[in-house]
């Protein structure tokens, strides 16, 4: 059944705090964590899988993949929303792609979204052959950019039940120009990949850029984007803002995720705000999407897009929003 929801922040989160945070306290000191290894197209990837408070040996549970905004780690937002929804009673999966964190793969920090969808497909087949997964019950979660990719993996891998989004990057080949110097600075760019690529090729030699820069205009991100440059928040020692592979340009700006919407025959849950990045590209999407079973949550702001996109990375309102509202999505659907 199609839903679109408006809601308040304020009125949502104070509901959630009075029922949870007691319950929460209790099960942050309790919750396990454990670090594994699989493989994806015969690299190997880390990650690190979370467990509920109250697991049981022997018990096989519904099981959460969650991604995180692009060029990031684990240790970020994918690795914040694992460990909250294990909280509500699953099994969770925050991993390091190829090419980042302690996961193998060169040219390291090359953002590619083939290799990141097929990467997610390879975690549920990692998971399916853990005794305590029920690997019919397996979700798919994705923040920003790790949204993209997860709705494509969704599309295409039928072991993925049921899928959810916070604060979706959705772009095509009109939006990238809105971002990245208009029809001029895009073609810059992808040319700028192609001749990475050639000389990775032909040298063995990697081009980077800065990921994130307030002076440095080539970066990746050019910007006050707080959460990237404030290590109390996305600048921990584990990601690395100096480094972007120019590679990345081609393969990020020639993906258009809209054709996987027609395919996505499954649960969707997706939370969105006029203040987050690309609205419109975010309801386009779900208007696409042919399952009669999605549900679009709207969030009031008062603050411009982009800027609102950053504080589901990290902020408690925003995150205690979104995983109240995707526990229960993936509550009713796995099972």
């Known amino acids: 059944m199609k839903r679109i929801l408006i809601v308040s922040l304020i009125t949502l989160v104070i509901t959630s705090c009075k029922q949870t945070t007691q319950k929460n306290t209790v099960q942050q000191k309790q919750n396990i964590m454990k670090k594994v290894n699989f493989k994806s197209e015969g690299l190997n990837l880390t990650g690190n899988l979370y467990y509920p408070s109250n697991y049981e040996e022997g018990k096989k549970y519904p099981t959460i993949i969650s991604s995180g905004s692009w060029t990031t780690v684990k240790e970020q937002m994918a690795g914040l929303y694992a460990k909250r929804l294990a909280e509500k009673g699953f099994i969770t999966l925050a991993f390091d792609f190829r090419n980042y964190g302690e996961s193998e793969g060169v040219p390291r920090s090359w953002e590619n ?93 990697f081009t980077y850029i800065k990921a994130i820069s307030t002076t440095d205009e080539t970066a990746a991100m050019f910007g006050e984007y707080d959460y990237y440059l404030n290590p109390e928040r996305g600048a921990i020692p584990e990601w690395s803002a100096d480094q972007f592979a120019v590679a990345t340009w081609e393969d990020w700006l020639t993906l258009n995720p809209f054709t996987s919407a027609l395919s996505l025959h499954k649960p969707l849950l997706m939370i969105h705000s006029d203040g987050s990045v690309l609205p419109d590209y975010t309801k386009k999407y779900f208007e696409t999407v042919p399952s009669k079973n999605k549900e679009l949550i709207w969030v009031d702001t008062d603050l411009p897009s982009p800027m609102h996109q950053f504080d589901f990375y990290d902020q408690e309102n925003e995150v205690n929003l979104a995983v109240e509202k995707t526990s229960l999505f993936f509550t009713k659907e796995l099972n």
């Open 113 to 205: 979204p083939t290799m990141k969808i097929q990467d997610i497909k390879n975690a549920v087949s990692y998971l399916k052959t853990l005794p305590e997964v029920d690997g019919n019950n397996i979700g798919a979660f994705g923040v920003c950019a790790g949204a993209m990719y997860t709705l494509m993996a969704a599309s295409e891998d039928s072991s993925i039940k049921a899928v959810a989004t916070t604060a979706s990057w959705l772009h095509d080949a009109e939006a990238v120009k809105l971002f990245y110097g208009g029809d001029e600075g895009v073609q810059k760019k992808i040319k700028a990949a192609q001749e990475a690529k050639k000389k990775y090729a032909e040298t063995g030699e």
